[in-house]
């Protein structure tokens, strides 16, 4: 795992060990970050279901304001501690080992663009996305991006959120969400 662009271009990320994580690959990352290249700088971003960090790194190099990242286990928490470190100050991220639902029940305030990355096929995504629409925790014309197996079919929710596009890429696909003004 690398950062692809940014002021951190090139930089190597730290890996979890074991099968537990499942990295969002190089190709299906570039992907993402063409998708919303206009839609980072200056944002403040949610990583949730974090894993290793790599999708909030990379919003860091890219110019992104503030990144939260969020993950449950100890050690995912420590390796995207290390590798947030690695790309910005410190002052630019904060690593919480929390639930993540427990964290967006917490009304944590609103994001500018929201990465949800759970582990697949657990009712997690649909979840996330219920919670994150239900308290409203992104802002005005933000972005969720939605990463999970192609076979899986995310809801319509209510407005202002209005479910995008969806791009597929092997056995993966990403579906993007905009909340609109009001």
């Known amino acids: 795992m690398r950062i692809i662009s940014g002021s951190a271009r090139g930089r190597r990320l730290k890996d979890l060990p074991g099968l537990d994580t499942r990295p969002t690959t190089d190709k299906v990352k570039e992907s993402i970050f063409n998708i919303i290249q206009f839609d980072i700088e200056g944002r403040r971003v949610l990583d949730l279901f974090s894993g290793t960090g790599q999708l909030g790194c990379e919003a860091l190099s890219r110019g992104a304001a503030y990144v939260t990242f969020v993950d449950q286990k100890r050690e995912a928490a420590k390796v995207t501690a290390e590798n947030a470190k690695a790309v910005a100050d410190p002052d630019r991220f904060e690593v919480l080992q929390r639930d993540a639902l427990a964290f967006v029940a917490s009304k944590p305030g609103k994001y500018g663009l929201v990465f949800l990355d759970p582990p697949y096929r657990t009712g997690l995504m649909e979840k996330s996305l219920?919670?994150?629409?239900?308290?409203?925790?992104?802002?005005?014309?933000?972005?969720?991006?939605?990463?999970?197996?192609v076979e899986e079919v995310l809801p319509a929710l209510a407005p202002p959120?209005?479910?995008?596009?969806?791009y597929r890429y092997g056995k993966i696909k990403l579906t993007l969400y905009h909340r609109r003004e009001g």
């Open 130 to 149: 219920e919670a994150i629409a239900g308290i409203d925790i992104v802002a005005e014309h933000g972005i969720i991006v939605c990463e999970t197996g």
């Open 161 to 166: 959120y209005e479910k995008g596009r969806e």
